[in-house]
């Protein structure tokens, strides 16, 4: 028979997401389950980028002296504005906010970032432990807790409320939401990552290379340190499919190009090469608020369409799991009547940048001659470039 234990909260999956709301609930002074397959600290395929947005958050739930320590590590590398580069070589420059230092955006290896943020869950309470969830445990179609595999056997942890952040392959997710009901491929994309030693940088720079045969999608060189780049490409899913793509060959192409192939020195490593999903928040009508449990950052999906980032969505929709689930202990009422007001908080914090980012991802990223103009138009509109930046 499995062991059992007994929460006010589980939460499953302990990245940015499941971190976020773990953190906040346990400042809340919450009893928190905080469960991870992995243990810390872990890889995450991912392009590393940490937007000003996620920083606040994180700020604001104490983290500031954890992320000054990380960057005085150098795991943290700040940020002072983008490169876009269009189908034709133009490029554009947009600079970055200039902020105070605890309040710039960044390249974190999501090696060091998560471990923040898991650590700062464990240091504001919520107890972490190191279990592989294998199924919600239902009772009366109600979510009661999850059954996960810990140090090799069954562990049963029970709570009236799951919040599930174990993300685009949410095992919760799937288990709850019907079949039909899961994201569509025009709403997903597939992406690579790789490290790059022995590059010419842009330092402090992340750049975004538009070109035909990756659209609708990118590449991108983000710099990371002094000598060390995250690079990697990613497409909308059913265009990929439909032309058979190859993540690998269009990486080898996009190195091959003279551009890029002119910033490698003699000896370069090209390393941790890994392919990974994202799932789009432009996809109406998903389900996120079952009985007894909350669907949170990717494993709702809330993934922004245009730019890929998911990372503060995630830190976001954390927030509010957590002030939902503790307003429904206060009430004892768990069901999916009381848990849906967090389906709209999430709609009124995320939907309209969903929205204005798919528009441009489905109207422009399909013409390269209107992706070109439109970095020539905002060259010349230094003001215009830097608002419709942050509206991404
Ligand atoms: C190639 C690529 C590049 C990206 N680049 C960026 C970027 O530069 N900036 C940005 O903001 N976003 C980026 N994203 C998106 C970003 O990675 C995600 O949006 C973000 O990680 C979501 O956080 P999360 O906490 O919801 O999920 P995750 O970060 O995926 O965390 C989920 C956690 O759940 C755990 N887990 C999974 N299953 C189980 C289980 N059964 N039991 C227990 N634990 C489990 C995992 O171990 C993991 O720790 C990128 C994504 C990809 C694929």
Redesign the pocket.
Known sequence: MASVSEHEVIV?????????AATALAQAGRDVAL????R?P?D????????LG?IRIMNDLGMAGKIAAARARGEFYPLDGMRLVSPSGRTLEVPFHGGPADEDSY?AP?LYY?AVIQQQAIDSGACFEQ????APLLADGRVVG?R?RRNGTMHEYRAPLVIA????????MRQLRPETEQHVDMHR?????AYVEGMELFPHK?EFFLYEEVLPGYA?I?SAGDDLA?I?L?MRLDVFRRNKHNLKKMLRDFLAMPAIRSRLREGHVVRDV?????SFGSQKGLQHAFDGALL?????G???PL????????LI??LLAAETAGEALKRGDFSRESLRVYEERCHEAMWSGMRTSFFYQRFLMNYPTLVDWLIRFLGRHGGVAKAFVSKL
């Open positions: 499953v999956g302990a990245g940015p997401g499941g971190a976020t469960l991870d397959r992995q810390f872990r995450k395929i991912c392009g590393d980028a940490i937007s996620a390249v999501r998560d279990a592989e969830v294998e999850v996960a952040a174990d993300g685009v392959t949410s095992t919760i994309a597939v992406a690579l990552r992340v991108w983000f995250n990697g990613g890994a392919i990974w999903q994202l949170v950052g990717d494993a709702a809330f993934i922004n730019t890929g980032g998911g990372i503060h969505n995630a929709s954390g």
